[in-house]
């Protein structure tokens, strides 16, 4: 896969505390001493995640990647932990992916996301800070699938939003199973109770959605 589907790896920055102002962060779970930002041109979207995640793996320090196939972008970022078999290794926790952006066709939320991204809006504090608000900012994005929103959720509580985002996406995947059942079926009862079934989970989707957009603004520091 590495030699069939991979064009090109750039390591575009290697920042740890003698070239930028962030201080290390390391306690008992996590070791956050530098950060890498990685490049790798592929020519198969499909083995994104699979790449990914070797990259992720091999890679002992928090690492950024950014995918890119003609005029798509797509970041990775993936959360580490130190591994206690090997405490100069760390595990991966958990992995995201954006989706892919049109770098030609930008809409209004992924412009607000890439602006975000300014280093001026990130966590100067140490450098888990600094990464987790850049993972949390990937994660924001993927969120606005159903939010429709991206600047506004910057301001609330992550943890809420994650929390809340896990279970309209469950929500959203049982509507999917539902709405394929309905259209195979040609019993007339079952074909309403399924019915019934749907708009009842639309509308307690549409009621998270809204709670969490009229959330009051609670962002962790």
């Known amino acids: 896969m590495f030699t069939n589907n991979i064009e090109k790896i750039t390591m575009l920055f290697l920042l740890n505390e003698d070239n930028i102002n962030i ?4 306690d008992e779970v ?63 926790e958990t992995m995201i992916s954006s989706y892919w952006l049109n770098i030609n066709n930008i809409s209004i939320i992924e412009k607000e996301f890439i602006e975000s991204l300014s280093i001026v809006n990130l966590s100067f504090a140490n450098f888990y800070r600094f990464y987790m608000d850049i993972y949390n900012r990937v ?33 959203d995947f049982t509507l999917e199973r539902l709405r394929r059942e309905i259209k195979k079926e040609d019993n007339f009862s079952r074909k309403a109770k399924l019915n ?7 509308k307690e989707t549409k009621i998270m959605i809204n709670k969490i957009l009229n959330l009051e603004g609670d962002k962790i520091e």
């Open 23 to 26: 201080r290390p962060y390391k």
């Open 30 to 92: 996590r070791d956050y001493e530098e950060i890498a930002i990685i490049q790798i041109s592929i020519n198969d979207k499909s083995k994104s995640n699979m790449i990914g995640e070797i990259v992720q793996s091999t890679i002992p320090y928090p690492t950024i990647i950014i995918f890119t196939m003609d005029d798509e972008v797509q970041i990775n970022v993936a959360t580490k932990m130190i591994n206690k078999v090997d405490s100069s290794k760390n595990t991966v």
């Open 139 to 171: 994660f924001l994005l993927n969120t606005s699938q159903y939010f429709n929103e991206y600047k506004s959720l910057l301001a609330k509580n992550i943890e809420i939003v994650k929390k809340s985002y896990y279970e309209i996406h469950d929500l």
């Open 196 to 202: 019934v079934e749907i708009k009842s989970l639309e």
